[in-house]
T-cell receptor
Framework: SQTIHQWPATLVQPVGSPLSLECTVE??????LYWYRQAAGRGLQLLFY??????ISSEVPQNLSASRPQDRQFILSSKKLLLSDSGFYLC????????????FGPGTRLTVT | GQNIDQPTEMTATEGAIVQINCTYQ??????LFWYQQHAGEAPTFLSY????GLEEKGRFSSFLSRSKGYSYLLLKELQMKDSASYLC???????????FGAGTRLFVKA
């Protein structure tokens, strides 16, 4: 069966510090991968999605970037965090060629102080 | 533009039936999804509709009318554990982007 891992679970970082969040998927090949952010009490904002190694589409211009160095690994990064980057970050995968239902990792709660 | 509308909050009684509505306006349509999200947790997939009509899955059913840009999620025999947010999401043609609504917070009371 497929599983998705995401870490760390919580993170407190000062403004201006770098960020690296990692997501890995097991039990499937060539998944579509997604990074979302959810502000408190709000919906999911799509940040990046990837349909293959090295292929990244950005949805929202901001100080975040994403990379997919391996088929089942997706990394979200920032060189300098802003206060507005605080939120709940969710990684998700869907089967390529499938109906499109997404399966989410447990999330990382980021607080920028 | 792209827009998904859902009621912000609903309250229902344990054992009852509740219907959560969703209307959407998106650039293309390639499927509608419902997800459940408990407070502080990640969303989990509930249902998928791509053709008009009703899809039933145990206590949960989802309906779609593409011509009206409308869907609903029906929850029967409500249990306290059904207290959660319910997210309506639409997948665009092209297949990779899914737009999420802000979610409906459902409170189930005894």
């Amino acid at each position: 069966s497929q599983t998705i891992h995401q870490w760390p679970a919580t993170l407190v970082q000062p403004v201006g510090s770098p960020l690296s969040l990692e997501c890995t998927v097991e039990g499937t090949s060539n998944p579509n991968l997604y990074w979302y952010r959810q502000a408190a009490g709000r919906g999911l904002q799509l940040l990046f999605y990837s349909v293959g190694i090295g292929q990244i589409s950005s949805e929202v211009p901001q100080n975040l970037s994403a990379s997919r160095p391996q088929d089942r690994q997706f990394i979200l990064s920032s060189k300098k965090l802003l206060l507005s980057d605080s939120g709940f970050y969710l990684c998700a995968w869907s089967a390529s060629g499938g109906p499109g239902e997404q399966y989410f990792g447990p999330g990382t709660r980021l607080t920028v102080t | 533009g792209q827009n998904i509308d859902q009621p912000t909050e609903m309250t229902a009684t344990e054992g009852a039936i509740v219907q959560i509505n969703c209307t959407y306006q998106t650039s293309g349509f390639n499927g509608l999804f419902w997800y459940q999200q408990h407070a502080g947790e990640a969303p989990t997939f509930l249902s998928y509709n791509v053709l008009d009509g009703l899809e039933e899955k145990g206590r949960f059913s989802s309906f779609l009318s593409r011509s009206k840009g409308y869907s609903y999620l029906l929850l029967k025999e409500l249990q306290m554990k059904d207290s959660a947010s319910y997210l309506c999401a639409v997948r665009n043609t092209g297949g990779f982007k899914t737009i999420f609504g802000a979610g409906t917070r459902l409170f189930v009371k005894a």
